[in-house]
């Protein structure tokens, strides 16, 4: 509750400074003040110790939340240092594009924090609108305009989902309360309509998860999106969504039946396979990175086939996956900045002229194709351990096929750089994205060398 009341805060504050004019200053400010957000909340998270009790029935502060909260933190921090740079052509309106990302991630914090579904709801919304509004940011492109109109429509549709479905389990229970809806599930035969509600809910956060056979909006928006806000959705929305299914099969967890493993084996496995035999044949470096979020969305969700052991690898999956992400999009902003295009033909002879920028993306494609000893193999094996755990053997198996075949295009991506040859002189990279690339592949690296940091506190 500290955690969500102090950056819905910052985003007031962060106006509050626009209208003082005092915008120079501002990026510095909200960073230095999100720092000291995660601060706070990392103490709580690895000491138990909250400043203020603050917690009531609409939010609970679990570890759980706390370190899922954590990872948004750092992500947010990464993109709003990226901000002054992208929008530097639109410094007058600087104060709104980050205003909306702390609102955004005051929706993600509310989304794994909820202990009412009506804030899980409120949450949700928030963070939706907040992206569906960056996505359409650049007015004078039609591709942004294009993307904002397909988002909201998928996700206005996906959110009557999840409203409709909330509103069948009150129906059945008479209750929003998390613990509640818990005890109930795991202990009451309960009506047909909770049934539905929870399926409804399911599918909806499916949808936002661009999981199979609901993900076919994600390479179109993803690809019409201003880069930044793209990256955004790539990762911190992602993993955000992620967490908050997770968390929403943990609380119904007595609805987890024979049918419904089957249900998510068979969309892991086509998730995971659709996306990575499409991403082998994209050209387009933006529209390759939604296939390969998609692929590692499929990963994701086989945790919850195990919600009550899963959680420490459902939150490393997120940070390793996220991180490896916004160092790429990082390098990809710094090659494609003033190209018009994120044609995959910009990094043709990167390595040449500009080495750290490609040792750097390269690093990112091997962590995401599960390479060690970059954190993305120890996600993999984490998650591939727990499904073994429960005798999901064939899960496993198209687990590492799936992964072998991603290995083909994120090793593509480093072949053009070493390989191809391109007559531009070498790229002007601007340090806050090189800052930014350089930090979170280091964080990566350094979670895959001691995963005792997420792994080690029982969630």
Same mark, same amino acid.
């Given at each position: 509750?500290?955690?969500?009341?102090?950056?819905?805060?910052?985003?007031?504050?962060?106006?509050?400074?626009?209208?003082?004019?005092?915008? %120079?200053?501002?990026?510095?400010?909200?960073?230095?003040?999100?720092?000291?957000?995660?601060?706070?909340?990392?103490?709580?998270?690895?000491?138990?110790?909250?400043?203020?009790?603050?917690?009531?029935?609409?939010?609970?502060?679990?570890?759980?939340?706390?370190?899922?909260?954590?990872?948004?933190?750092?992500?947010?921090?990464?993109?709003?240092?990226?901000?002054?740079?992208?929008?530097?052509?639109?410094?007058?309106? !600087?104060?709104?594009?980050?205003?909306?990302?702390?609102?955004?991630?005051?929706?993600?914090?509310?989304?794994?924090?909820?202990?009412?579904?009506?804030?899980?709801?409120?949450?949700?919304?928030?963070?939706?609108?907040?992206?569906?509004?960056?996505?359409?940011?650049?007015? %004078?492109?039609?591709?942004?305009?294009?993307?904002?109109?397909?988002?909201?429509?998928?996700?206005?549709?996906?959110?009557?989902?999840?409203?409709?479905?909330?509103?069948? !389990?009150?129906?059945?229970?008479?209750?929003?309360?998390?613990?509640?809806?818990?005890?109930?599930?795991?202990?009451?035969?309960?009506?047909?309509?909770?049934?539905?509600?929870?399926?409804?809910?399911?599918?909806?956060?499916?949808?936002?998860?661009?999981?199979?056979?609901?993900?076919?909006?994600?390479?179109?928006?993803?690809?019409?999106?201003?880069?930044?806000?793209?990256?955004?959705?790539?990762?911190?929305?992602?993993?955000?969504?992620?967490?908050?299914?997770?968390?929403?099969?943990?609380?119904?967890?007595?609805?987890?039946?024979?049918?419904?493993?089957?249900?998510?084996?068979?969309?892991?496995?086509?998730?995971?396979?659709?996306?990575?035999?499409?991403?082998?044949?994209?050209?387009?470096?933006?529209?390759?990175?939604?296939?390969?979020? !998609?692929?590692?969305?499929?990963?994701?969700?086989?945790?919850?086939?195990?919600?009550?052991?899963?959680?420490?690898?459902?939150?490393?999956?997120?940070?390793?996956?996220?991180?490896?992400?916004?160092?790429?999009?990082?390098?990809?902003?710094?090659?494609?900045?003033?190209?018009?295009?994120?044609?995959?033909?910009?990094?043709?002879?990167l390595a040449r002229r500009q080495p750290l920028l490609a040792t750097i993306l390269t690093f990112a494609m091997l962590s995401?194709?599960?390479?060690?000893?970059?954190?993305?193999?120890?996600?993999?094996?984490?998650?591939?351990?727990q499904m073994l755990e429960i005798n999901q053997l064939v899960l496993v198996i198209f687990g590492v096929v799936n992964s !072998?075949?991603?290995?083909?295009?994120?090793?593509?991506?480093?072949?053009?750089?070493?390989?191809?040859?391109?007559?531009?002189?070498?790229?002007?990279?601007?340090?806050?994205?090189?800052?930014?690339?350089?930090?979170?592949?280091?964080?990566?690296?350094?979670?895959?060398?001691?995963?005792?940091?997420?792994?080690?506190?029982?969630?």
């Amino acid at each position: 509750m500290n955690t969500l009341i102090a950056i819905s805060g910052l985003g007031i504050i962060c106006l509050v400074l626009e209208v003082l004019n005092l915008r %120079k200053v501002l990026v510095p400010i909200i960073i230095a003040a999100l720092l000291a957000i995660l601060g706070l909340t990392a103490i709580e998270y690895y000491f138990a110790q909250s400043f203020l009790d603050l917690d009531s029935g609409m939010v609970e502060t679990t570890t759980y939340s706390l370190g899922f909260s954590m990872l948004f933190i750092i992500l947010a921090i990464f993109l709003i240092a990226m901000s002054p740079r992208f929008y530097q052509e639109q410094k007058t309106k !600087i104060a709104d594009y980050v205003s909306l990302k702390l609102f955004l991630l005051a929706g993600a914090v509310a989304m794994v924090s909820f202990g009412n579904m009506a804030m899980f709801f409120l949450g949700l919304e928030v963070l939706s609108i907040a992206v569906y509004v960056l996505a359409a940011s650049n007015v %004078k492109d039609l591709r942004s305009n294009e993307a904002g109109l397909k988002y909201f429509i998928m996700g206005a549709f996906a959110s009557s989902f999840v409203l409709f479905g909330i509103a069948m !389990i009150y129906g059945a229970t008479g209750t929003f309360d998390i613990n509640s809806l818990y005890i109930l599930s795991s202990t009451v035969s309960m009506p047909v309509w909770f049934n539905i509600g929870f399926v409804m809910i399911c599918i909806g956060m499916l949808f936002k998860a661009s999981i199979f056979p609901f993900h076919f909006w994600a390479p179109d928006v993803y690809e019409g999106s201003p880069t930044l806000t793209t990256a955004m959705m790539s990762t911190l929305v992602k993993v955000a969504a992620i967490g908050a299914l997770f968390k929403l099969v943990s609380t119904m967890s007595g609805m987890i039946t024979p049918a419904y493993q089957t249900v998510i084996v068979v969309l892991s496995i086509l998730t995971m396979t659709v996306a990575n035999i499409t991403g082998l044949r994209q050209t387009n470096i933006k529209r390759m990175m939604a296939f390969s979020g !998609i692929s590692h969305a499929g990963f994701m969700i086989m945790t919850l086939l195990a919600v009550t052991s899963s959680a420490n690898a459902v939150l490393y999956y997120a940070a390793a996956y996220s991180l490896a992400g916004i160092a790429a999009f990082a390098i990809i902003l710094s090659v494609c900045e003033g190209k018009g295009n994120e044609d995959i033909s910009n990094f043709y002879g990167l390595a040449r002229r500009q080495p750290l920028l490609a040792t750097i993306l390269t690093f990112a494609m091997l962590s995401m194709a599960g390479i060690p000893i970059f954190a993305g193999f120890f996600a993999k094996l984490f998650v591939f351990e727990q499904m073994l755990e429960i005798n999901q053997l064939v899960l496993v198996i198209f687990g590492v096929v799936n992964s !072998i075949i991603a290995v083909y295009y994120y090793l593509g991506v480093v072949n053009v750089m070493i390989v191809k040859t391109n007559d531009e002189k070498k790229v002007k990279s601007p340090y806050a994205y090189r800052i930014v690339a350089v930090l979170a592949i280091l964080m990566n690296i350094a979670l895959g060398l001691f995963p005792d940091i997420i792994m080690g506190t029982p969630l």
